[in-house]
């Protein structure tokens, strides 16, 4: 592996990535090829390419396949995969109140597919996705051995998908470990741009006005997507076979104000920010308990919140040169849905 962020991860033989034209999925598809490892990436995203790229100077070779896991014959992509990443998921929790057919069919439906074709085609390692929404409210840090309470119809079909992935590996005929890790909220170059560090950063470059959804008191665990990939990574090379769920944070957390502040200090730009009210699911406060992904996996958070912001910062300001104004107006991402 080469970069900074990654080193010290050992390299996986061949991979399967799901959800891989995604956020998180495309980043990690990224980093595996460029540690040499050849990457069958599947997502039923429209753009997401179908031409294969072959291995070359160094790059594992590429293998992109268009389909949706809740309905495809899965079993030739599974075929000598040493670790599947399981990313695919319809993701954000303010629509999941009124799109719950979709996150029924993208969280649970298709999960539970993917599980049993892994089984079927004899996979030894699954790395999946899981999210800090399946806590629900806490008062201080969530600990993986909480009792899960999610107040989300998605928090609801991720908690269905972690335990899902768990009874499969729990199978007597199954030879498979699966590690579920419960991501806090991601941010950094990429971002769906439903979330909110993304679309402040985009409203303030923009000179445009930025809703928050409350008073701006809420906190959560932001974790950069560069030390989300190096957890993945860990965790598909942690060694035994034992399956379970790890909170992937920082262990800090920081209120939608104070990244209000930092955005207008890096950018030189002061947010328009307009008060609304809170959405109904949205939790005050998320923070990691990081202690078991330091123990299982040797993970713990590199990226500080300031510096990770001025990557997406960044980001942003090379995007947005390269697009329209016109387009980045309507990328501003899913409709508000429920409000308190
Ligand atoms: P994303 O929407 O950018 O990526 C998910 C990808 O999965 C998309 O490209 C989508 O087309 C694909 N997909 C969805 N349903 C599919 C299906 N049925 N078949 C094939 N492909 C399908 O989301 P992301 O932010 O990259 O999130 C990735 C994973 O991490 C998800 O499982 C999400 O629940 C989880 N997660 C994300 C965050 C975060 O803050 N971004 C936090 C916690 C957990
Ligand atoms: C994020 C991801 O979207 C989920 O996929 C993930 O599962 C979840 O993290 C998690 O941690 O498990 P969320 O914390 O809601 O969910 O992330 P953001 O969309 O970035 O929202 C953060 C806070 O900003 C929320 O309180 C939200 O209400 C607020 N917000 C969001 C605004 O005030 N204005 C906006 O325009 C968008």
Known sequence: MSGDAYDGVETVEKAVVTGAAGFIGSHLVEVLRRGGTDVVGIDRKASWATADIPASAGLGALRAINADLASADLSACLENAATVFHLAALPGVRPSWTQFPEYLHCNVLATQRLMDACVR????????????????????????????????????????????????????????????????????????????????????????????????????????????????????????????????????????????????????????????????????????????????????????????????????RHSLARTPPHETASSAGMAPTHRG
């Open 121 to 316: 085609a004899g996979v030894p390692r699954v790395v999946m996705a899981s999210s800090s929404s399946v806590y629900g409210g806490a008062e201080g840090t969530m600990s993986e051995d909480d009792l899960p309470r999610p107040l989300s119809p998605y928090g609801v079909t991720k908690l269905a998908a972690e335990r899902l992935a768990l009874a499969y590996a729990a199978r007597r005929d199954a030879a498979l470990s699966v590690n579920a890790l419960r991501f806090f909220t991601v941010y950094g170059p990429g971002q769906r741009p439903d979330m909110f560090i993304g679309r402040v950063i985009r409203a303030t470059l923009e000179n445009r006005p930025i809703e928050i959804y409350g008073d701006g008191t809420q906190i959560r665990d932001f974790v950069h997507v560069s030390d989300i990939v190096r957890a993945l990574l860990l965790a598909a090379a942690a060694p035994g076979k034992g399956s379970g769920v790890v909170n992937i944070g920082t262990g800090r957390a920081a209120s939608v104000n104070e990244v209000l502040v930092l955005t207008g200090e890096l950018t030189g730009r002061t947010p328009d920010a307009r008060y609304g009210p809170a959405h109904i699911g949205d939790v005050r406060a998320t923070t990691a308990d990081v202690g078991r992904a330091r123990n299982r996996l040797g993970f713990t958070a590199r990226t500080e919140l300031r510096a990770g912001l001025a990557t997406q910062i960044e980001w942003a």
